[in-house]
């Protein structure tokens, strides 16, 4: 088989050679591709023909990048002074630098297909985010981008300000005697998150740090609808495996975005800029979690950046990765620190339930109380949090705990594994079991 384009040569030091050897091997391997059936109609041979060219231009892709992220991203970002979020960086850059990262046509070619009939164009995004976060220069500045409040929480905000009172959708947002309480309110679903929970999430969680009438925030699940759980409250049963199944959970705007962006601002405070700044980067709040029932994958990875957690004593936890067969977040860079290697390992790679009962769940919750006392714990957790020194002091502890350097390294290799996970054999023929039924 031949693509048209010989990969194996150097990566030029110049950026406009390397540029131009990019741009050529990319069109030869679309050239050659345009030449085979659509993924799902593709022989046995044709699929191993598609899969050598497409690992070969991501190869140059991957050494060009270990080469030229740097300038690439100061020519994308005008010398760093131009704050693009992730999805507005691989939009860019699709524009600015033809083979480097997939085009919006491409994209939207592999976004109309259920997740087993795809081409896979999001591994390139992971390949050109890998390099950029990788880059001291580059990396360091996307996650300050990734920090900075989302424009519609700044359009949100005078609103609740005024009324103390937010409902984006999948999360309503009330403030009541300084606290600001986010309630995940998709009953039709357990509060499985896809893209849009991850961007009502955000809103709400910029909104709870910028109103500074809020001075502990709290999340709990609402009452849900579900037959099998009507009336009762729910955290988080994980990401929407239905969803992904369809083709609907994106690289950019969920598995990255929701690391990057919401719960880094959990853990990380907000980049809000203005008075005071001298005093500390970011705006930082005290955060509480209240499990009820369960948290299932995403729901027990927030767990990991939250101040103080109160569980109902019929509560479960559990990391159900290798059931799914994608990576868990960030809960293999942060469950080993909280709970220890061994049950780490034995969570994320054995798929062991914690119950809330247990001992060891006295690892990943502060409190365990009876399902009716839930929310008078809560109180308690707020009102112990208000105190002036709390602050200062989780900011010192993730320091310590979570060095930025750190998580930027883990993030760099993330962006790569979650992408090439998305569309491995194995995980396409797990997820093609929720396609349809409830």
Same mark, same amino acid.
């Given at each position: 088989?031949?693509?048209?384009?010989?990969?194996?040569?150097?990566?030029?030091?110049?950026?406009?050679?390397?540029?131009?050897?990019?741009?050529?091997?990319?069109?030869?391997?679309?050239?050659?591709?345009?030449?085979?059936?659509?993924?799902?109609?593709?022989?046995?041979?044709?699929?191993?023909?598609?899969?050598?060219?497409?690992?070969?231009?991501?190869?140059?892709?991957?050494?060009?990048?270990?080469?030229?992220?740097?300038?690439?991203? !100061? +020519?994308?970002? #005008?010398?760093?002074?131009?704050?693009?979020?992730? &999805?507005? =960086?691989?939009? @860019?850059?699709?524009? /600015?630098?033809?083979?480097?990262?997939?085009?919006?046509?491409?994209?939207?070619?592999?976004?109309?297909?259920?997740?087993?009939?795809?081409?896979?164009?999001?591994?390139?995004?992971?390949?050109?985010?890998?390099?950029?976060?990788?880059?001291?220069?580059?990396?360091?500045?996307?996650?300050?981008?990734?920090?900075?409040?989302?424009?519609?929480?700044?359009?949100?905000?005078?609103?609740?300000?005024?009324?103390?009172?937010?409902?984006?959708?999948?999360?309503?947002?009330?403030?009541?005697?300084?606290?600001?309480?986010?309630?995940?309110?998709?009953?039709?679903?357990?509060?499985?998150?896809? !893209? +849009?929970?991850? #961007?009502?999430?955000?809103?709400?969680?910029?909104? &709870?740090? =910028?109103?500074? @009438?809020?001075?502990? /925030?709290?999340?709990?699940?609402?009452?849900?609808?579900?037959?099998?759980?009507?009336?009762?409250?729910?955290?988080?049963?994980?990401?929407?495996?239905?969803?992904?199944?369809?083709?609907?959970?994106?690289?950019?705007?969920?598995?990255?975005?929701?690391?990057?962006?919401?719960?880094?601002?959990?853990?990380?405070?907000?980049?809000?800029?203005?008075?005071?700044?001298?005093?500390?980067?970011?705006?930082?709040?005290?955060?509480?979690?209240?499990?009820?029932?369960?948290?299932?994958?995403?729901?027990?990875?927030?767990?990991?950046?939250?101040?103080?957690?109160?569980?109902?004593?019929?509560?479960?936890?559990?990391?159900?990765?290798?059931?799914?067969?994608?990576?868990?977040?960030?809960?293999?860079?942060?469950?080993?620190?909280?709970?220890?290697?061994?049950?780490?390992?034995?969570?994320?790679?054995?798929?062991?339930?914690?119950?809330?009962?247990?001992?060891?769940?006295?690892?990943?919750?502060?409190?365990?109380?009876?399902?009716?006392?839930?929310?008078?714990?809560?109180?308690?957790?707020?009102?112990?949090?208000?105190?002036?020194?709390?602050?200062?002091?989780?900011?010192?502890?993730?320091?310590?705990?979570?060095?930025?350097?750190?998580?930027?390294?883990?993030?760099?290799?993330?962006?790569?594994?979650?992408?090439?996970?998305?569309?491995?054999?194995?995980?396409?023929?797990?997820?093609?079991?929720?396609?349809?039924?409830?």
């Amino acid at each position: 088989m031949s693509h048209g384009t010989d990969l194996d040569g150097v990566v030029p030091a110049d950026l406009g050679k390397a540029l131009a050897t990019l741009a050529d091997a990319a069109a030869g391997v679309t050239g050659f591709l345009a030449t085979l059936p659509e993924p799902a109609a593709r022989t046995p041979e044709q699929r191993a023909e598609a899969a050598a060219a497409l690992d070969a231009a991501r190869d140059l892709r991957t050494r060009f990048m270990d080469r030229h992220a740097g300038e690439v991203y !100061d +020519r994308l970002t #005008d010398g760093r002074t131009v704050h693009l979020r992730i &999805a507005e =960086l691989v939009e @860019a850059a699709a524009a /600015a630098f033809p083979g480097l990262v997939p085009g919006a046509d491409l994209l939207a070619e592999d976004r109309a297909r259920p997740q087993a009939a795809k081409e896979g164009h999001e591994i390139d995004q992971g390949v050109f985010l890998r390099g950029v976060l990788r880059s001291p220069v580059a990396g360091p500045h996307l996650l300050d981008a990734m920090l900075r409040p989302t424009p519609r929480a700044l359009r949100l905000l005078p609103r609740f300000s005024g009324t103390g009172v937010v409902d984006t959708g999948s999360v309503l947002l009330e403030r009541r005697d300084g606290v600001a309480h986010l309630t995940m309110v998709r009953e039709d679903c357990l509060n499985a998150e896809d !893209d +849009r929970q991850v #961007d009502d999430m955000e809103t709400a969680v910029d909104l &709870a740090l =910028l109103d500074p @009438a809020v001075q502990v /925030a709290v999340l709990r699940g609402g009452v849900m609808t579900h037959p099998r759980y009507r009336g009762r409250r729910v955290f988080s049963s994980g990401i929407n495996l239905k969803s992904l199944h369809a083709g609907d959970i994106s690289l950019v705007n969920f598995l990255l975005r929701r690391e990057l962006g919401y719960i880094s601002k959990i853990q990380r405070g907000l980049l809000a800029g203005g008075a005071g700044t001298w005093k500390a980067r970011t705006v930082e709040k005290p955060w509480v979690a209240a499990v009820d029932t369960f948290a299932i994958g995403g729901g027990t990875q927030l767990l990991l950046v939250f101040d103080h957690v109160i569980a109902a004593s019929d509560a479960y936890l559990s990391l159900p990765a290798a059931k799914e067969g994608i990576v868990p977040g960030v809960a293999n860079f942060r469950l080993g620190r909280v709970a220890g290697a061994r049950l780490a390992r034995q969570v994320v790679l054995g798929g062991r339930r914690i119950q809330a009962a247990e001992p060891d769940a006295r690892l990943l919750v502060d409190d365990v109380v009876e399902p009716g006392e839930v929310g008078a714990a809560v109180e308690r957790a707020a009102e112990a949090l208000k105190a002036p020194a709390v602050v200062p002091n989780r900011r010192m502890l993730n320091l310590a705990e979570e060095p930025a350097e750190a998580f930027r390294a883990y993030m760099a290799e993330f962006a790569l594994q979650q992408a090439l996970r998305l569309y491995a054999q194995d995980v396409i023929e797990k997820v093609g079991r929720f396609g349809g039924g409830s």
